[in-house]
């Protein structure tokens, strides 16, 4: 590149708030191609902060620039506060909801003998170990199931994505469940293909794996909108929670 080519070049660099420095990243055959280079090369540069600043200085845009950073501290400020309020607000209620209920038990057993504030004290150690109990066992249960859909619909050819459409409250009737929906969801597409075939004159498209039936179709099914038989079990409990 001569020389007269590289002064453009720098010139039009430092005109657009860039480094001369860049000019080497310019290759150019003639002077009508350099302005949209260092256009492009504005949009690939990272600024430092000093330079952005400065390029927000030259554009008029300081003040402007400046009031936006302002806003956008002062907003984080006010989401800070209140996730702290909220965080103070929630420990206060959850300390006097808990003083309430030392109150009241005291006040219950205040007239207890020890023996019978040890029989009390127990009762209620093993009331809070029940429920933990009881809280792990659910969730070991739901764990199970979960996994026992997911193989099912994997076994089906259906992704374990579907699972959530999949409500049973047995074990034994997730298979039965997990058919319904397939066979549903089959439907739904040979019904697309027909009517595609009635209305259009076009051919059916290109056959899809069952692992492949989009999440519209399944969601049709599962909240009862499909022109299916209707055999499947989940449909009306999904339909509810949605």
């Known amino acids: 590149m001569d020389e007269k080519l590289t002064t453009q070049i720098k010139t039009a660099l430092k005109k657009a708030g860039l480094d001369e420095g860049l000019a080497e990243k310019i290759k150019v055959k003639d002077e009508s191609q350099i302005e949209a280079e260092v256009e492009k090369l504005k949009g690939k540069v990272e600024l430092s902060p000093e330079q952005f600043a400065e390029a927000i200085k030259k554009a008029g845009l300081d003040e402007s620039y400046k009031k936006f950073l302002q806003s956008e501290a002062d ?49 209620e150690e093993v009331k809070n170990l029940t429920g933990l109990v009881r809280g792990l066992g659910e969730s070991t249960v739901k764990a199970k199931r979960e996994t026992l859909i997911k193989d099912s619909l ?40 027909d009517k595609k075939l009635k209305e259009d004159g076009g051919a059916p498209a290109k056959g899809e794996a069952a692992g492949s039936m989009n999440e519209e179709l399944i969601a049709k099914v599962a909240s009862g909108e499909g022109e299916t038989a209707g055999t499947f079990k989940g449909k009306k409990l999904i339909k509810e929670e949605i």
């Open 75 to 123: 907003k984080r400020v006010t989401q800070a506060i209140q996730t702290h309020d909220a965080k103070l607000a929630k420990e206060k209620e959850e300390a006097a909801a808990k003083a309430k209920a030392d109150e009241e038990k005291n006040k219950k057993q205040a007239n207890m003998s020890e023996t019978e504030k040890t029989i009390a004290n127990l009762t």
């Open 154 to 193: 994997k076994k089906a050819g259906l992704s374990e994505g579907f699972s959530k459409y999949i409500t049973v409250e047995k074990d034994e009737d997730i298979e039965g469940s997990v058919k319904s929906l397939k066979d549903e969801v089959l439907g739904l597409k040979q019904i697309d293909i």
